[in-house]
């Protein structure tokens, strides 16, 4: 039997790494034998343990290596990790570590540094004036940059479901329409005002279903109530929003009528249009041609927002960014100070934006269908509260909850 | 050419007969002479057509005739029908005519007669003393009956989705999601008033989520305004409206926590074992067991409720019905005086519930999933509006609706 | 601290009893101390472990008891369990112990006996005679009978999720869309041949939409070739079957030509008047009437059925049990010797079925929708392997696959 | 009472618009007299209605003109349509003239000509030269551009449903899972036989569920076979193709067991790093690196192929277009010669698509979800037709059909 010794620290209870990592060694054939567990007095202090793991064979060994780290699990006597120089530009060379969106550690030196800018999919590169750890897409890679090769010098720390999800700690992972809904919804709105009073920005991810359920008027008052600091959209939000403003409609259906405007299928165009002439979305406000709606109010509170171009998109209105990498970029950078996440009703830019996040960051997605929630939790964006309900009524009860519970309780 | 006149009369331009008519001719390899047309002056008047219709042979002629008799067209010189008598208890002779849920007439002695308890997947029966025509479930059928058979001197009139759909004529039968959620939910308020202050009895037809999603309250309130006379549902709405009522949860979840209760899968066990100690939910309310809830306003404001059997019922509470087709019956029954119904979150007890009702009862269905909606739409119960929405933020804004528009305007 | 010692046995690693034992000893705020692990050689023995557990009080002590129970954890030194005398019929005393579907003992006289008829949302009675305890829907309490009362002196044995769904240990219990289906499909055809050569009866539970979509003749060439012993269906599935059989056509539709018969909404009920005058199923066969489909081969191959009656049949078939306990008693009789249940698009015979099962018979349940499957999970039929996916094609592909590896490999 | 005259052409029966237009006179309170009809022999000839239109004001008449247009009336006498120059890079003045996806001709110097690359949500435009009209993105437009204004001397003709949908005349327009599928794919066999034979080009437009389910040796195959012309799709296809090719995985499931691979959820990272690396797709192929797959296939077959980008795209591959408007503009440009299209499991390359399709192009599209075919049909999309199944099956199916009907009669 060859033994090794593992150490696992962290929240290993909220988030069953102990018990996890003691199965899967079971399971691999191997055996364990517990040296010391100290629990945290808290629920959310950090807990410790260190296991002696013993395995039949170096090949045994090496297999639960790598399955006990996916835990966290830290390994006694580690080694430095490798870093090979990329040999092209735009590619990383063919043995790079592939990043996940959970909290990870290089060692270097023999010193463990936090990796910077925590992002799943992603390279991990040494930026040489500071020395740091950095995640790097794969086409941001240039020529020579070092990057971090294989497992070695590598660990996780898990975050447990409870850190990320906050007040959502009682919610489980599964997808389901039958919930109390406005007990989810009063907690969301618990959350978001923890989050703006301890000065964390709160990034709306929104698609066009919030204007053609008529919903704008909540999301403009969280807006100028400064629960919205970051909007990421596409074309389509703005482009019905400005429809909505200027004709009062979406999508040619007149939200406080419900009836189909006489030819409503030209006012997007014809709102696009109107931009364009104007020079875009900010231009427009001031000139006075935009005077209402989700970006006028934007525009008026500093928000800062990022249109994606799709290709389905008609105009676009000038500000949509059409190089989806450009887009995707200008996101990466928005959410380094994010500190909760509202997905309403778009797989695209919800996925986008969950490809982009730390674990640690908290986000709720809301969505009518649940199969869009399953699409979410399949790429990876674990930390993801999901609540299958719809739009408008949504943001009505969200915007009712935080008026109540801000008046109440500033700090909740 | 052979050449027959018909007459269509009613609604024509609303419910699109009189093109409808036409183009089918022309389909069919006829021809038409117009002999005249008069308009209503209003929407709501009743408009006259007169057209000559040509084909080119007997059976040319023939499928016009079950065509255009689909559209509501009268042919000139009708016969009266045929009446056949049931050769044995429980079926139909085999040619007997097969209603659907429009409004039917049968000719008798020369006279056209309105069919009572208009209902789909009937057949008519000659009722001996009054003389009257009614609508006949198979299974009522006793020998002897004298049953309306073949197509001959029956006519349909149709409504026009105008007058069945009454505030809601904007909508067109599509089922979105991206729909303005609040606009269509008020009309839905007036509708319910108005049906209220004309005197006709209101229908909730309601499944379990109302329970889960943390909607009773508003229900109730419903209820306790006056505006819910019949109740039908199943076994599971009431058993959770009484584990909420006597533990606060539903299926095991705190309503207002959105927590899971340590043991809270016994719950809706141990509230049914409850009220059958008690010797049901009306004795419950008596004995002060049950002091809250849907069913506890039901028995306290007079509802009349039919809990519907299902084969998945634990339990199940006293008061359901255990067979289908008593239950059926009882539900037939009631939804005579109906003039508004309101269908939430049941597939199986909407499709039920359309079953019995005539054309020109409005009927309201809420549903999360679109396909349950396209469901009940492809089983003919093409009166509905669909809205596919949340249920608890559906009765939220429906109750504060209500609230709003009766104590504004009390008849809308 | 207070001290006792656990055992767990079984496929305690499988089912990651261990871990979870371990990491809510710790979130309970209790410690551990492992005396003995003894892992089974392969996966499929039995594994044994002792844990010492210590807890600061009596009460800490007690939740630990109930929580640690739920995993299968089984105290040194139990009493047995305590037996109370049902005090009326129809009902349990108040505080009967309410079954779940996992494998359940009760102590007696010293001695743990294996609960029969194991089903969940029972309470458990001691049979006099042969004193064997065994699973009690409510409405079959008789006044007397020995009811099984508290938690004391009851465990339960948890089945790895591998030996319940077999073939299937690599399905996560997510419910996606996105999987190689005919690889899974492949995977349940392997079971049901397993499970036919094993002399285990194979249960189809159907929906309408199997004649909808035309997977009849799939249906049937599986009844033909042995791969279906007993149905349970409502009215809908065996209608539309006829109406097939008779018309060609489902709902109207022309099965063949995808086009709308010329009075196709009639076709359904004149089918089941056509059976209701022959007397029956069985009968129409008998006369000639009834030529083919899936209720004709089920007649034909002696496969036992059971049509459910709901409130929104048409007719319904003489064959349908109009009373909905009278069914279910009857579906709990037949699933006791099933080995494998194939669920097909319908709600809610899978979910009254799955109420039925105990946790180790494997279930594969089929359906478009998403949220059909996470309802029958919420409803604790955890074993259910979801595969979301379109009827017709899945019947076509599932005989395809049993064609070719029933051939190739008759154990697989 | 003003007295005009319209005329009526085309397919006047099939599209219902001899109907529509009468109903719709009455409707708005005009009056008609039938001066002349005159219908085509066989369904697939044209033919042609005079009709005398009265109205009570000139307001009225004007509403007329402007409803009774959208069904493709002509009015007698019509001028020819408004030319303004654009006077701005990038807009449309603001009373453009939008188009929809009917077929549109626009009155020059006395003559009508038909709009060419028609297409909806554009302006029209005079190319000089030519002299041509033609639809124009808004982002193209270049000062002095001659742009069609108002609706002046512009007219549509429609398309009936048959024409578009060809051997769809069967089908209604509502999306319902409960159809006969097989026969539905048949029909889809025969038409893409039919277009094959008939020289046009088919174009797939396919999201990555095509590899996350396995079919992706389908879709190979109707490369091989000649069915696909033109590929439109994301990165995410491509990617998770060549996973596939290099892997046998897709999302990190093992396509043919699936399993999840040890470290899968790294593949498609690594494999989009492989082509980047190597150069590019066809490069990858001709290095031997891609061996097998969809794309792979497009590269033997010279199936032309448009990657567009979106935001969500890891690395992306080389091939991939990442500004959408460049995207965009080259599916405009390769949608021209399509005689057919399949659609499917992307909502977003299958509006995008849609978008740029005139109405008479047959659309077929494909998705699990019916929700997503609400959503293109909203969109103006009218021509599609949509089948509610899964990815596999449908592929599976689908090249079964072609493989024997295509053998058995090579015309259909």
């Known amino acids: 039997m060859l033994t090794e010794t593992i150490t696992l620290e ?7 790494a102990l018990g996890n990592v003691l199965d899967d060694i079971l399971a691999l054939g ?27 064979s170096r090949k045994a060994l090496r297999d639960l290596r790598r399955r006990l780290s996916q835990h966290g699990a830290l390994w006694d006597a580690p ?34 540094q936090e990796v910077r800018g925590q992002e799943m999919d992603c390279g991990i590169r040494r930026d040489p004036p500071a020395g740091e750890f950095r995640c ?16 070695r010098g590598v660990r996780l720390e898990l975050h ?45 991810v929104g698609g066009p279903a919030i204007v053609h359920t008529g919903a704008s008027e909540h999301v403009t008052r969280l807006i100028e109530r400064g629960f919205v600091h970051v909007l990421f959209a596409g074309n389509a939000l703005a482009v019905h929003d400005i429809e909505h403003s200027l004709y009062g409609t979406s999508l040619g259906v007149y939200i406080d009528k419900a009836t189909l405007a006489d030819t409503g299928h030209e006012h997007h165009l014809r709102a696009i249009n109107t931009i ?9 406000v001031e000139r006075g041609l935009l005077k ?26 000038p500000d949509v960014i059409t190089d989806v990498m450009v887009a995707q970029d200008r996101m990466r950078t928005l959410v380094r100070d994010v500190g909760f996440v509202l997905m309403v ?9 969950g490809n982009l996040l730390p674990a640690w960051t908290p986000v709720v997605c809301v969505d009518i269908s649940p199969s869009m929630l399953t699409k979410l939790s399949d790429r990876g964006s674990s930390q993801t509260v999901g609540l299958v309900t719809d739009v408008e009524p949504f943001f009505r009860s969200l915007a009712q909850a935080i008026d109540e519970l801000d008046s109440a309780s500033p700090t909740l």
């Open 136 to 151: 790097l897409p794969m086409n941001q890679v240039h020529k020579g940059d070092l990057i971090v090769c294989g497992h």
């Open 160 to 204: 447990d479901r409870q850190r990320a999800s906050g007040a959502f700690e009682f919610m489980t992972s599964e997808v389901s329409t039958e919930k109390p809904k406005n007990t989810i919804i009063r907690r969301c709105a618990g959350m978001m005002i923890h989050a703006r009073d301890a000065g964390q920005k709160l990034l709306l």
């Open 30 to 56: 191997g055996e364990f034998k517990i040296l010391e567990v100290a629990i945290g007095q808290s629920k959310y202090e950090r807990s410790h343990a260190r296991i002696e793991v013993r395995a039949k």
């Open 345 to 353: 009703a778009t797989a695209l830019h919800s996925i986008a934006t």
């Open 292 to 317: 209402s709606g989700v970006m006028h109010a934007c525009v008026k509170h500093g928000v800062e927002f990022v249109l994606a171009g799709s290709v389905r998109d008609d105009g676009p209105l």
């Open 276 to 284: 364009r002439r104007a020079g875009g979305i900010a231009a427009a």
């Open 10 to 16: 962290g929240h290993i209870i909220d988030s069953r």
């Open 79 to 112: 080694d430095d990790a490798e870093l090979t120089p990329a040999d092209m530009d735009g590619a990383f060379p063919d043995d790079f570590y592939c990043t996940t969106n959970q909290q990870t550690w290089v060692r270097h030196g023999g010193e463990w």
